[in-house]
């Protein structure tokens, strides 16, 4: 009897582990592109990459920041919204700008010096521009792109020093109209509210708080409150999916329809799916018109 329930045992777990590898997915969706030419440096305080085209770059420079534990790697992804891009511009024949991903390492905020341990990312990167500009030259003009943690870093840059962005491309941006200080009950309403994920809003208060020490330095962090204060006004482009398990349609909505009431020329693209779901049609020509 216990050698039968012993083989049935391992004969359901083998059947498990079949069934298993049978029903997931056997590749991935792959981009087809020519990837761009890259060069990295590893600095002391921060890693980045240059790409440029193959077929070309016009005189604007993209920069490149990068989502919660990707790398500055990622723009040559053949499985990322990144070579999706570059085959748009392919396709059209356009000479885009040259790409520089910048990173510091898998999670960052770039909160001004503050209390908080992990503060003062925002000073750093200002002090990388000088950096990687004085070694491949100043460009005409420089535009931001950035997705998810990526896109909330490139509204906290390009807010602080915006005589030094023509144009910001936030994706999926980590806005919330709460703050990771706002009490248990208000946390808990904004997950009703807008169908995030409880798991991610707690690791994004936590996260949020190695950056920003307190209600105060957020206020001062906030794209959404931070906004009112921008000039000059940098073009900005604005996404999110409905339903980005993150919680973000509600603040990129609220972003949005305040960058509009100030004056800020605005394009806005809500889309009908998830977390980073993005429209690389539209984006591809904004980052080169």
């Known amino acids: ?14 059947g498990y582990s079949a069934w298993a590898k049978l029903t997931s997915p056997w590749g991935d969706q792959k981009v087809v592109f020519t990837p761009a030419e890259k060069v990295c440096e590893t600095l002391p305080n921060f890693k980045y990459c240059t790409y440029s085209a193959v077929h070309g770059v016009n005189d604007d420079l993209i920069y490149h920041l990068h989502g919660r534990n990707l790398d500055e790697n990622s723009w040559n992804d053949d499985t990322y919204f ?32 503050g209390q908080a341990e992990k503060s003062g990312l925002l000073e750093e990167f200002l002090r990388a521009i000088q950096t990687v500009e004085s070694k491949i030259g100043k460009p005409r003009s420089r535009i931001l792109v ?8 490139v509204l906290t ?25 706002s009490s248990m009950e208000t946390l808990k309403k904004a997950i009703e509210r807008t169908g995030a994920d409880p798991k991610i809003v707690y690791g994004v208060v936590q996260m949020s708080k190695q950056f920003v020490a307190n209600e105060q330095e957020w206020l001062a962090f906030s794209p959404l409150e931070t906004i009112a204060s921008v000039d000059p006004k940098p073009e900005l ?13 509600e603040g990129s909505e609220a972003l949005a329809s305040k960058a509009l009431h100030l004056g800020f020329k605005t394009e806005w693209h809500p889309l009908y799916g998830g977390h ?14």
């Open 276 to 289: 980073c779901a993005i429209d690389v049609s539209s984006l591809s020509a904004f980052l080169t018109k």
């Open 1 to 14: 009897m216990k050698k039968k329930l012993i083989l049935l045992t391992v004969c359901l777990l083998v």
């Open 157 to 181: 840059l390009g807010f602080a020093a915006p005589a030094q962005f023509s144009k910001i491309a936030s994706l999926c941006p980590g806005l919330y109209l709460d703050s990771p200080f």
């Open 237 to 249: 482009y604005l996404s999110c999916g409905l339903y980005d398990a993150y919680g973000n349609f």
């Open 146 to 153: 950035g997705e998810s943690m990526g896109g909330l870093n």
């Open 82 to 113: 990144t070579a999706m891009l570059q085959n748009s511009w392919q396709r059209a024949g356009v000479k885009p700008p040259k790409v520089v991903s910048i990173s510091f390492g898998p999670i960052w905020l770039l909160a001004k010096k």
